[in-house]
């Protein structure tokens, strides 16, 4: 039988990201096996967001919009931005996406545990840099588009003593944001169109570094390059 998303539509309308997912893997290939099985199990939604944010992490990285001088951050970037939702797996979904669309009380405290849930996950894996870059992903407060509950985090601690993967969480949280406000999949707020997306987060004072302003800058060219690659 079909699943059903939180809507009504089934999974099988929503894009199919395969060319992107290829991308993706191909610059992924020393990771852990059960690491991309966990991954699978995330909801459909999450699972097409992740690869889509992993896509920008890494268009971005190739362009040489985001310059990150340490290869093994390069890399730990990367892996967050694939992995940074992996929190969302397993025995949340049920709970996520059920039949009523909007999330209860209940269901956002549910969500506000996946990022402490995901590092965990990544800590798991030895993946210990990505680990730090993705506690960052939802640490910024009141910012335009308070998503999941709104401001939440358990990583502070965490990256505290590591500036680079403080400033690389503000860089995921940016294209975190970015994407999520742009799919009309998601049920948290109404999709806004990437201008008005790429501006209000140009705009908000939650993305003060040089290097996070610098990608909101280039958002939208890999924005329209997505559509291109999955529409062939
Ligand atoms: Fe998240
Ligand atoms: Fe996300």
């Known amino acids: 039988m079909e699943t059903q998303l939180h809507d009504d539509r089934s999974v099988s309308e929503l894009p199919s990201l395969d ?89 956002r405290a549910v969500v506000q545990t996946h990022v402490r849930l995901g590092v965990q996950a990544l800590q798991h894996y030895n993946e210990w840099i990505a680990a730090k870059i993705s506690a960052g992903h939802h640490e910024h407060q ?8 709104g401001p939440h985090i358990s990583g502070s601690q965490n990256r505290r003593s590591d500036p680079l993967a403080e400033a690389l969480g503000e860089c995921l949280a940016a294209i975190d944001q970015f994407d999520a406000v742009t799919d009309p999949a998601r049920v948290y707020f109404s999709t806004v169109t990437p201008e008005a997306a790429q501006e209000e987060l140009a705009s908000s004072a939650y993305f003060p570094n040089e290097m996070t302003q610098a990608i909101i800058r280039d958002l939208l060219n890999i924005y329209q390059e997505i559509q291109s690659v999955i529409a062939t």
Do not use: T, W
Not at 142 to 149: E, K, L
């Open 142 to 149: 009141d910012n335009p588009y308070p998503r999941d509950g």
């Open 19 to 107: 060319n992107l997912l290829a991308y993706v893997l191909q610059r992924l290939s020393d990771i852990d096996p059960e690491l991309i099985s966990d991954f699978d199990k995330i909801d459909p939604i999450s699972r097409n967001h992740s690869i889509r944010v992993a896509y920008y992490a890494m268009r971005l990285i190739e362009r040489r919009i985001l310059q990150i001088s340490d290869p093994v951050y390069e890399r730990g970037f990367c892996v967050a931005s694939m992995f940074h939702d992996i929190g969302k797996n397993g025995s949340l979904n049920g709970r996520l996406f059920g039949s009523s669309g909007l999330l209860d009380y209940q269901q």
